[in-house]
């Protein structure tokens, strides 16, 4: 098994530039979640899905991010506009599901500079 | 509100010592208590898992200990090895909004000197 794939692994982009950060989960995987981390503030959830409906998005900061899984094999998180203090790593998890503390598989993550 | 608190946030250690790490948590029905080791440029993964209806668990060179009328879990590492330096973090599940909500504690920075 590939594991989670993100992609890409490192962007850098100008304040203002729209940015899609993409996720494929594991095969058979119906939870899919999203986390940023930065060192001031650790790991934190920004939106879960679960049958690629989502379930949480109380972690997504502000309007300018947006996610959505059309399907169950492929997520995207957007932020537009971006912002340097978005700068962070983004990560993408999957698990089976969550009524039974099911693992959370991370990939790689995303490491996001805005300038 | 539902809250991980760990600590420290670094440590050093020489190669062959234990190493401890001590994890708090807010919510008295949290039962499932994940360890997770991130290495520099991956993501978390997870080592070692303990539920609330045991009070210790071990696994090769790992041990966690969960004490619930604390609301306290550790994760010990013996023999410390140079491949054991990473951040590693603890965590617990709260129930909120319908579902098991994973909240992570800041991380520890764990070195192990030769």
């Known amino acids: 098994d590939a594991g989670v794939i993100q992609s890409p692994r490192h962007e850098v982009t100008e304040m203002g530039q729209e940015v899609t950060l993409r996720c494929k989960p594991i095969s058979g995987h119906n939870s899919l979640f999203w986390y940023r981390q930065t060192m001031m503030r650790g790991l934190e959830l920004l939106i879960y899905?679960?049958?690629?409906?989502?379930?949480?998005d109380s972690g997504m900061p502000e309007d300018r991010f947006s996610a959505k899984m059309p399907n169950a094999s492929f997520s995207t998180l957007k932020i537009q506009p971006s912002e340097p203090r978005d700068s962070a790593v983004y990560f993408c998890?999957?698990?089976?599901?969550?009524?039974?503390?099911?693992?959370?598989?991370f990939g790689p993550g995303t490491r996001l500079t805005v300038l | 509100g539902e809250n991980v608190e760990q600590h420290p946030s670094t440590l050093s250690v020489q190669e062959g010592d234990s190493a401890v790490i001590k994890c708090t948590y807010s919510d008295s029905a949290s039962n499932y208590f994940p360890w997770y080791k991130q290495e520099l440029g991956k993501g978390p993964q997870l080592i070692i898992d303990?539920?609330?209806?045991?009070g210790e668990k071990k696994d090769q060179r790992i041990a966690v200990t969960l004490n619930k009328t604390a609301k306290h879990f550790s994760l010990h590492i013996t023999e410390t090895q140079p491949e054991d330096s990473a951040v590693y973090f603890c965590?617990?599940?709260?129930?909120?909004?319908?579902?098991?909500?994973?909240?992570f504690g800041a991380g520890t920075r764990l070195a192990v000197h030769p």
């Open positions: 899905f679960n049958n690629n409906v989502p379930i949480d």
């Open positions: 303990i539920r609330s209806n045991v």
């Open positions: 965590a617990a599940y709260f129930f909120s909004g319908g579902y098991n909500k994973l909240i």
């Open positions: 998890a999957s698990s089976l599901g969550t009524s039974d503390y099911n693992e959370q598989f």
